[in-house]
Structure formats: structure tokens, C-alpha cells
């Protein structure tokens, strides 16, 4: 409600947020529902409150992104694709770090799995939305191998929202899915081979040409 009114901008930067009557009237909410709703901005950092001017929307720079609904309201209201590009480059750097430490930390259980994921998605190359829902599974498991659980559960959090967004998934082709196992191939390998910079390398190169692949051009954004 109030977050996606302040992340669509149209409740601007440095703006007071109505009188609470107000507020429940606008959303056809209870007045305790709005107090709650102005405590989690606050807790997510889109909004202060100053002593005689109110409660006001605070710069973007200040908001909590890794909060999933500031987070998956930013996606939802892009304007263009800056949004999704900064959350490929992040996801791109953490599970490079992620693949890296698996390489050395992964058991024969965790590769045989790995593989099994692999094999999986080999067969559904001609099923691009079969391919997909495999696909990140077999990146979670490499991230589960390196046992870093905060990071994965950022990684999760950003992932999660960013699928959410056509804009980021696009429509899967068969060709698309092609590449892609290609390349985890050469993930895997690396992986098998226990080498940390290879894995590291080839994973986070993997992400970047998948995203390459499927970017909307900006007319199409």
C-alpha cells in the first residue's frame, strides 16, 4: 500500500505523508492499519519522522533494498532497467564468491547432486519453462555446497525478486536453454575439478551472458 506509494514516487522525496485520517480513507483501511503501515517504512527506512513537519519520504538512497517487499516494489516500478541490471551484478559477484568456495568445500554428495541437476536440465532443454524452475535449482545447490548461509540467503532474496519481473526472465527458448547448460557445463566441470578461481569465473561469467541474452533492449524496456 504505502510502500508501493512512496516507491512509485508518488509520495516524492522530502514529501509529508498525509494526516493518518487521510490515509485510511485513501485505502480504505483502519487507522491502525496505517500506523502499522508507517512503522514498516520507517523499520525499511523509506520514511522519518521530524518533530513539527511530519512523517516524510526519505531519498532512495536511504531505503533498506534487501528488505523483499522494498525490494520487489522497486522491481515492479522500474523505469527502465537500471534496477535489474545492479541486481544481476550483485548476484553475479555473490555467487562467484559462492562457486568459489563450493569448489573446495563441496563433498562427492554434493557434486553427485550438482551432476543429478544438471543431467536434468540437459533433458528438458526442449521444455525452456521446465528448464528454468531446474535451472535455479541447480544454482541453489552450488550455493548450498559452499555453506555460507547468510550470503545465499541474500543472493535467494535478490534472485527471488528479480524473477518476479518479465522484464528480467523474459520468455525462455529453446536456444536460450541450450547456452545456458553450456555453460553450466563448464560450471560443473570446475566444480569436479575443485577449482576455486575456474568456478568462480565461469559461474559468474554464466550469469552475466544469460542476462546479455535475454536484456530487453531499452526500446523494449
Known amino acids: 500500500m504505502l510502500i508501493e506509494a512512496v516507491v512509485s514516487n508518488r509520495m516524492p522525496v522530502g514529501s509529508a505523508l498525509p494526516a493518518e485520517g487521510t490515509l485510511a ?85 554434493d557434486i553427485a547432486e550438482i551432476e543429478d541437476l544438471f543431467r536434468r536440465m540437459e533433458a528438458t532443454i526442449v521444455r525452456p519453462h521446465d528448464f528454468i524452475e531446474i535451472d535455479a535449482a541447480f544454482h541453489e545447490r552450488i550455493m548450498r555446497a559452499a555453506g555460507s548461509r547468510l550470503v545465499r540467503s541474500i543472493v535467494k532474496t535478490v534472485h527471488d525478486q528479480a524473477r518476479s519481473s518479465f522484464l528480467y526472465s523474459g520468455t525462455p527458448t529453446v536456444e536460450s536453454c541450450r547456452s545456458a547448460n553450456a555453460e553450466h557445463r563448464l560450471v560443473l566441470d570446475r566444480l569436479r575439478d575443485g577449482d576455486s578461481a575456474g568456478a568462480a569465473a565461469t559461474i559468474a561469467d554464466h550469469i552475466t551472458h544469460a542476462w546479455q541474452r535475454r536484456r530487453p533492449g531499452v526500446d523494449d524496456a
Open 25 to 109: 480513507d485513501q485505502f480504505a483501511v483502519s487507522r491502525s492499519t496505517v500506523r502499522e503501515a508507517v512503522k514498516l517504512l520507517e523499520a525499511r527506512g523509506l520514511v522519518e519522522v521530524r518533530q513539527g513537519l511530519g512523517t516524510l519520504v526519505r531519498p532512495s538512497e536511504e531505503w533498506d533494498l534487501l528488505s523483499a517487499d522494498v525490494l520487489a516494489a522497486m522491481v515492479r516500478h522500474e523505469q527502465g532497467l537500471a534496477v535489474l541490471d545492479e541486481l544481476v551484478e550483485l548476484r553475479s559477484s555473490l555467487e562467484s564468491m559462492l562457486a568459489a568456495k563450493a569448489a573446495v568445500r563441496a563433498s562427492p554428495q
